[in-house]
């Protein structure tokens, strides 16, 4: 499958990107950023979430909506 440029919320730990989400654009991304800050959520040294232009690849996930399987860049 192609990749796709898109804007991803990643959530690194330990410097690896362990979990992504695609967001429709990077207002949306940094406010589901800044809500998961307000419910305690809080970068610390070894965990942060980051948005970020990045190519992916997605996979049309169980409910229909398309869904990222892997980073690829």
Not at 24 to 49: A, M, P, Q
Request: glycine share 10%.
């Amino acid at each position: 499958m192609m990749g796709v440029l898109t804007i991803v919320l990643i959530l690194y730990m330990g410097g690896e990107a362990v979990e992504y989400t695609h967001r429709d654009g990077i207002s949306e991304c940094l406010s589901v950023k800044r809500k998961i800050e307000r419910l305690g959520w809080k970068d610390t040294r070894n965990t942060r979430y980051s948005c970020e232009k990045r190519e992916v690849e997605f996979e049309i996930g169980p409910d229909g909506d398309p869904q990222v399987v892997r980073l690829l860049d």
